[in-house]
């Protein structure tokens, strides 16, 4: 059974940071790309970044730009998003995916699996 479970979210005060992981198990996406979505209460899913399949490749939205950094370690099947300068507009719960491609894609509909979703609140 593939899972993708994320962690590290929480509250924090604007301007703070928070590190979310995404542990992947039931098998290996050393091969895909993976991304990170958010959704804020009352809003669509949103892209937020992606890492392609070696790390070599990365995309980000323009909301994030500068200030969050996605990475990963192919060899614990993680991947990782740090955050810095959080703003309150960052708030949301946040969602690890895995690409059916090697590309750091932004299109929602190219992430065929997709975790719980972590809450990270950020308070001005």
């Known amino acids: 059974q593939v899972q993708l479970v994320e962690s590290g979210g929480g509250l924090v005060q604007a301007g703070g940071s928070l590190r979310l992981s995404c542990a992947a198990s039931g098998r290996t996406f050393s091969t895909n790309a993976m991304g990170w979505f958010r959704q804020a209460p009352g809003k669509e899913r949103e892209f937020v970044a992606a890492?392609?399949?070696?790390?070599?490749?990365?995309n980000y939205a323009a909301s994030v730009k500068g200030r969050f950094t996605i990475s990963r370690d192919n060899a614990k099947n993680t991947v990782y998003l740090q955050m810095n300068s959080l703003k309150p507009e960052d708030t949301a719960i946040y969602y690890c995916a895995a690409s059916q491609s090697s590309w750091a894609s932004s299109r929602r509909y190219e992430y065929n699996y997709w975790g719980q979703g972590t809450q990270v609140t950020v308070s001005s």
């Open positions: 890492i392609s399949w070696s790390g070599g490749s990365t």
